[in-house]
C-alpha cells in the first residue's frame, strides 16, 4: 500500500508548535525551579498537600470498590 504524500508545509507548521509548545514547557520548569529555590518551604509543603490529597482519593475510591 502506497503512503500518501504529506503536504511539506503542514509538517513545518506542526514541527514549529511543537517547538514552541517544547519552549513554553522549559520557560515554565525554569520559573518553577527557581520559585522552589526561593521558597523551598512552600514547595514542600504544597508538594506534601498534592501527595495527600492524592493519597486520599486513592483510598477513597478503592474503598468504594470493596
Known amino acids: 500500500m502506497k503512503m500518501p504524500e504529506v503536504d511539506k508545509n503542514a509538517v513545518r ?4 508548535e511543537i517547538r514552541k509548545m517544547k519552549d ?8 518553577a525551579m527557581e520559585h ?4 523551598p518551604e512552600k514547595a514542600l509543603l504544597l508538594a506534601a498537600g ?14 468504594r470498590k470493596k
Open 36 to 39: 522552589v529555590k526561593k521558597n
Open 13 to 16: 507548521k506542526a514541527q514549529d
Open 50 to 63: 498534592v501527595g495527600a490529597a492524592i493519597g486520599a482519593v486513592t483510598v477513597a475510591l478503592l474503598a
Open 24 to 31: 513554553k514547557y522549559v520557560a515554565a520548569e525554569k520559573k
